[in-house]
């Protein structure tokens, strides 16, 4: 059983407590130590310690063997209910942060590409600690996502295509304005803000076997093998018409894939990203692929279940297992990432 690793904080607090460190467990620092990744337990755990006043500790909740139709127990990670509704502003978070005790955010203020919720993750980021943002967005992602990112007050292009289109057009207004630019998923600091997920899953789940995540770029991904790393398995889950890594582990080395489907607004990278890769390759034991139907079906049973509006990024982590393609030994207890509530609640309904 893993320790408590942090005092409870107060939502909604603006001046950062005192420092309390995080425990590291003493197998993690062995294996790290041998192999260090771009991003490992130290990194995770000063992230916490920065971010903490700012993000919420999403909650988890067990679904009993007999539910939804699995033979087996799984608990659900709830980080859609994470501000600006997905894991990614624990990412964008710590990046600011770094960045803003450095000096380096200036008038400008913050620059970022998305699909959608990168962005909004960048626009509530600036919002709560006084900068401005300015996002590109592809063509591909739906209104609501932008609307979502307007709402946080950010300034919005969208570009047409896809995420690499909206990326390309962010560097080059980068190069114009200076400001700081946001990346969703290559970048140490945004690595580790998003592994301080699975900090707070040791905290209330203990002692697991399993933990399952959707992948995009392998930012998310990255960061909780970063953190478990051979104390869990890591299973991914993608989209099987963008699979950036499954074709890196196939062709071990990030390669360029295809980008389509349902959920390619959230999880439609072209390419793994190469942080990503330094710590999924030693540590991400099994890659599932899933397809449109199995994800609009989990979305579906999670509102007809619990309630919950699931975009399709977020849902395809359970998709995997109520499609089975993942299925689990008898006894693995498994943690299931729901990780993102950005879409129009009547695409679930």
């Known amino acids: 059983m893993c320790p408590t690793w942090w005092s409870r904080y107060q939502v909604g607090q603006h001046h950062p407590p005192a420092i309390v460190p995080v425990a590291i467990p003493s197998a993690v620092v062995t294996r790290f130590a041998a192999a260090r990744p771009a991003v490992g337990?130290?990194?995770?755990?000063?992230?916490?310690?920065?971010?903490?006043?700012?993000?919420?500790?999403?909650?988890?909740?067990?679904?009993?063997?007999?539910?939804?139709?699995?033979?087996?127990?799984?608990?659900?990670?709830?980080?859609?209910?994470?501000?600006?509704?997905?894991?990614?502003?624990?990412?964008?978070?710590?990046?600011?942060?770094?960045a803003a005790a450095a000096g380096e955010v200036g008038d400008a203020g913050l620059i970022a590409a998305s699909g959608g919720n990168h962005g909004a993750a960048v626009a509530y980021v600036a919002q709560q600690l006084g900068f401005v943002a300015e996002i590109y967005m592809p063509s591909t992602s739906p209104p609501i996502k932008r609307e979502r990112i307007?709402?946080?007050?950010?300034?919005?292009?969208?570009?047409?295509?896809?995420?690499?289109?909206?990326?390309?057009?962010?560097?080059?207004?980068q190069a114009e304005t200076g400001a700081l630019a946001i990346h969703p998923f290559e970048h140490e600091a945004i690595i580790a803000g998003q592994?301080?997920?699975s900090i707070e899953i040791d905290d209330q789940v203990g002692d697991y076997d399993t933990l399952v995540v959707a992948v995009g770029g392998g930012g998310f991904i990255a960061g909780q093998a970063a953190w478990v790393q051979d104390r869990r398995r890591v299973v991914s889950v993608e989209p099987a018409t963008s699979r950036c890594l499954h074709a890196a582990r196939e062709a071990g080395e990030p390669v360029p894939v295809g980008v389509a489907g349902v959920a390619a607004d959230s999880l439609g990278a072209n390419q793994l990203g190469a942080l990503a890769w330094t710590v999924v390759?030693?540590?991400?034991?099994?890659?599932?692929?899933?397809?449109?139907?199995?994800?609009?079906?989990?979305?579906?049973?999670?509102?007809?279940?619990?309630?919950?509006?699931?975009?399709?990024?977020?849902?395809?982590?359970?998709?995997?297992?109520?499609?089975?393609?993942?299925?689990?030994?008898?006894?693995e207890r498994v943690v299931v990432a729901v990780c993102g509530s950005n879409c129009d609640p009547n695409s679930v309904m």
Not at 291 to 320: C, H, T
Not at 324 to 329: F, I, K, M, T
């Open 281 to 331: 390759e030693p540590f991400v034991d099994e890659s599932v692929l899933v397809s449109d139907d199995d994800i609009r079906a989990a979305q579906r049973s999670l509102w007809d279940g619990l309630r919950l509006v699931v975009e399709p990024g977020g849902a395809a982590a359970f998709a995997a297992l109520q499609s089975g393609g993942y299925e689990p030994e008898p006894g």
């Open 195 to 197: 592994g301080t997920m």
């Open 41 to 98: 337990p130290d990194e995770i755990a000063a992230a916490m310690s920065r971010i903490r006043p700012y993000v919420r500790e999403t909650p988890v909740i067990d679904i009993r063997a007999g539910e939804f139709g699995f033979d087996h127990p799984v608990t659900l990670k709830l980080e859609l209910l994470q501000h600006a509704g997905s894991f990614k502003t624990r990412g964008a978070f710590n990046r600011v942060l770094t």
């Open 150 to 173: 307007e709402s946080f007050g950010a300034r919005v292009n969208v570009i047409d295509g896809y995420f690499d289109d909206a990326q390309r057009a962010c560097v080059e207004r």
